[in-house]
């Protein structure tokens, strides 16, 4: 039976509207609401579904980051992973560090199948799950809309423009979440009792002796240009009128 | 050293999407004074090659022909850019399902950093990305002697597809994996446009009702201004149409001339992937929607009236 792998990210609650600090270093994060990455959250959901279908048996999630990380991996307990593991780290990890630590994680645990979300929505970077199955030389199967696991293999339906295709992956192998693969449960409040007696490692990220180094130095971070205000028209015949004679697009 | 495109192709054609790629990568070339080559990856596509020798500005077409690259299986198309990696220390590719698919493999493999969904170049190592859905406009400095980007189709202006005249060049293929196979796709047949490619984008929100709602009052509209038809969130997990339609942080992004926003309420996400369209026509019966507070114009209308109305007017 398989071992499944999900890693999770705390991310700025999806309902945030982010606020540019006004000193241009970065986005105001005091006192704003975290939540686990809306993508990770699908992941963490497929996995446990996976498990509740008899195709695996454990599901261990982590996360890379400082210790309110084990908030995050708290909910995913309590979604129904069995175990988790913190990597603790302050400074900032960006993807390819990110993706070097799970690598090592891989080989530590290994697991059949290693789900992550296919972006964070802080940093929109699309890159984790791409680079830790190159870094360990795997298959992948990214903006997964459906997941079949059997005979050894992982049968993949993802999302791509102008429609889907369908891959089937050898195991192990990196799928990331898209969407529509799954709609996460509501976390009942037993579950989150539950959760607290699960185990929660924390392993410093010194000790995995990884280069975790940044490479890209955010020189500064500003608010995107603003639009104009718009005018209310009364009718179709106006819109008509300035879409032709005002703005000149028809 | 040069800049390398990895083009987006089906063998026979180039998409206009390797055509923002190119200009970017131009953008890139003001600094750096390298030439822009390009790089088809495919089977049975030399077709596709002598299509791409002829957008502007660039100076080499390499092509990699071989029965793995058929698919475009991202670990196929990485080990051929990864074997052909040397001669060059940018590679860019557009950021389109087919772009994000690859362009990581290839940072990890050579060890460094990719720079996602670039807007602007303002510098040998420097560039714009949008972060937290666009609200915010991060400037990003590679410390790396290879930079892998991807680039946002809506922040640069699309390349000539003729008036070049480059060289053409086989190069091998990288090994295939037997570690996946290719089972098979279902890619729609448009008769409109291509969303991201439209200068005209109609999108139906859950304002609409149902599928049969979204077509009956958005399919006139559309035709009639020889648009692409587009979604909010809501309108696709609602099942009124398929995933493709998509527009918003996680979707497609979009910057066309016009996009109607028919009952669509404007969350962070939507704005998020159309908001940099020129003009932006929000209809809606609810005065309060965020969506007004992007539109250029807005009808505060019930949209089974306005819409018809609004084809008659036209």
């Known amino acids: 039976m398989l071992k499944i792998l999900v890693a999770v990210k705390r991310v700025v609650d999806y309902n945030v509207k982010v606020r540019v600090k006004s000193d241009n270093t970065g986005v105001e994060l005091s006192n704003v609401k975290m939540s686990m990455n809306p993508f990770d959250e699908i992941a963490v959901e497929e996995a446990v579904r996976l498990k509740e279908a008899g195709s695996a048996s454990e599901v261990v999630v982590v996360s890379a980051g400082a210790t309110q990380c084990q908030e995050t991996l708290r909910t995913a307990l309590a979604i129904g992973a069995d175990r988790a593991v913190l990597i603790e780290a302050t400074e900032e990890l960006q993807p390819l560090a990110v993706a070097k630590l799970l690598a090592s994680m891989v080989e530590k645990e290994k697991p059949d199948l290693i789900i992550l979300g296919k972006q964070a929505i802080d940093d929109d970077s699309n890159q984790t799950g791409q680079m830790l199955a190159a870094l360990l030389k795997l298959p992948q199967a990214t903006f997964a809309s459906k997941i079949t696991v059997s005979h050894g293999e992982a049968t993949v339906e993802r999302e791509i423009d102008g429609g889907a295709e369908t891959l089937a992956l050898c195991l192990p192998c990196i799928v990331t979440t898209d969407l529509r693969l799954n709609e996460p449960r509501y976390v009942t409040l037993p579950n989150i009792m539950k959760a607290k007696k699960k185990p929660l490692e924390t392993i410093k990220c010194e000790d995995l002796k990884v280069d975790i180094a940044p490479r890209l130095k955010t020189i500064k971070v500003v608010e995107p240009p603003k639009r104009g205000a718009g005018v209310k028209v009364s009718n179709a015949k106006a819109l008509v009128e300035k879409l032709r004679n005002d703005a000149k697009v028809l | ?314």
């Open chain 2, 1 to 314: 050293m040069n800049i390398l495109v990895i083009a987006e192709h089906d063998n026979e054609f180039v998409k206009p999407s390797t055509l923002h790629a190119v200009t970017a990568a131009a953008i890139v070339a003001t600094f750096t004074h390298q030439e822009v080559h390009v790089l088809v990856a495919g089977n049975q596509c030399r077709a596709a090659a002598d299509v791409a020798c002829r957008i502007a500005g660039v100076t080499k077409v390499l092509y990699a022909d071989a029965p793995q690259l058929k698919d475009g299986l991202a670990e196929n198309v990485e080990s051929t850019i990864v074997g052909i990696s040397e001669q060059y220390n940018y590679v860019l590719v557009s950021a389109t399902a087919y772009g994000k698919n690859i362009a990581p493999r290839v940072a990890a493999r050579l060890d460094v950093a990719q720079i996602s969904d670039a807007i602007a170049v303002s510098g040998p190592d420097t560039f714009d990305r949008p972060i937290y859905a666009g609200n915010a406009i991060a400037t990003v400095q590679s410390l790396d002697s290879k930079k892998i980007i991807t680039v946002r189709t809506t922040g640069f202006d699309a390349a000539s597809a003729s008036g070049g005249n480059a060289t053409i060049v086989e190069v091998g293929a990288g090994p295939g994996t037997d570690s996946l196979r290719f089972i098979d796709r279902q890619v729609a047949k448009l008769e409109r446009p291509e969303l991201t490619d439209a200068k005209i984008v109609v999108s139906g929100g859950r304002g609409l009702g149902s599928g049969e709602n979204y077509a009956r009052v958005l399919e006139p509209l559309a035709s009639k201004l020889g648009a692409a038809m587009g979604a909010s969130r809501a309108a696709v997990d609602a099942g009124y149409v398929p995933n493709d339609y998509q527009v918003g942080q996680t979707g497609k992004i979009v910057a066309p001339q016009v996009y109607f926003a028919v009952g669509i309420s404007g969350a962070i996400q939507h704005l998020a992937g159309m908001k940099d369209s020129k003009v932006i026509v929000a209809i809606n019966k609810d005065p309060e929607a965020p969506i007004f507070s992007v539109a250029d114009y807005g009808l505060e209308a019930d949209l089974f009236d306005a819409v018809p109305q609004l084809v008659d007017e036209l």
